[in-house]
């Protein structure tokens, strides 16, 4: 599929040129991607970049979500997770429970545990100290990746505090990686549109900044697929990028389809199969100096999340256990999948499972061939 002259009959023999050259594509290329009729046109360019980054590879992670509380001042209209306090499907953890909740799983060779909540109109930044230091003590060797941008402004705006020194605290407290959430699209109007009290595109690429500069990588996604623009999803990718060459700090791109169900967004139809595979390929192609694009079973579907590992995905993201942000609003999934089925529904798709950590190392370098080995540490390109 890759001939110049197949491209040239869609009218993207510049787009084909550059990414055979490994030139940059700008804000056009992105548009005339986008338009493009057929999917997998615009896959194999993906898969080309992919297969340059990453040979056969394909990511999966041993990891444990666990959400503290879904109380949220912000009530985003898209978002079915975030709940006043007093709402029937309102919960807050205690310190105990989420211990519990590590405790529980200490038999199992997880290396990341993952959290997140909302917006909590009372809980103080000595919880989430607090927090740190209890799982790092529980499980030493877990990488912890927790907090939104959002969730560290917010922080920030209760305690009077910079969020340079949130993050500086947490950091201290144990916290060794931001997740990507929180950054919706990017947009003043969409934000103005669905979650006018959330932080702004600004303040969410100032935090991440901040974090980069700390030397806490990150995480970065996009929702798509509600009421925003394909030039919009564009600009998001294009401040992503901009930011990247600056810090370096972003490991992972996060594409994440919108699910309509339970939110206040009227009238919203689910995204469709190629969309998602037509928006993470977009992905691969313009965000050229993160290295590496999450395919989100949770969101995408376990069916949609594997065919995305040629359409520029390299991730599957991991075992996760309980999820409640897309299974709220409609998410079709499973609640978690085992190391099996991750690694089965990679070789099926003609790729090599590699365990890996949230830094993307691989978890075993024991026994893996030197073409791996090399690769290993290669992730952590940045300056961070
Ligand atoms: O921040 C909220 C999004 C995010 C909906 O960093 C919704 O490795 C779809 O960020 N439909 C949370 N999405 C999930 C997230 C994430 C997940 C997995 C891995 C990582 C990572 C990050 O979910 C939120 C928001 O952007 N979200 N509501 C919805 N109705």
Redesign the pocket.
Known sequence: MLDRHFYGAMGLEGVYDKVISGRRLDLEDGKRLFDCPNPLAVGALAHEVRSRLHGELAYYVLNQ?INYSNICVNL?R?????RNAGDPLAFELSLDAILAKVRDRLDEPITEV?I?GGCHPDLRLDYFERMLREIRKLRPQVHI?AF?A?EIAHFADKEGLSTREVLARLKDAGLE????????VFSGRIRELLCPRKLSGDGWLRVMREAHELGIQ??????F??RETVEERLEHLDALRRLQDETGGFI?F?P????????G?AGAQPTTGVDELKTIAVSRLMLDNIPHI?A?W??LTVKIAQVALYFGADDL?GT?IE?R??H????ESDQALTRAELERLIREAGFRPVERD?FFQPVSKAGMPEGLKALSGASRVGRC
């Open positions: 979500h985003c898209f978002c079915a997770f975030g993952h997140v990746k939104t959002v990686m931001l997740p990507g959430g929180g950054a919706e990150s995480n970065a996604t996009m929702l697929g509600h992972c996060i994440l389809p919108f699910q309509p169900h339970n939110t967004i999450k989100y949770v969101m993201d996760v999820e942000i897309g709220m609003a409609g998410a949230s």
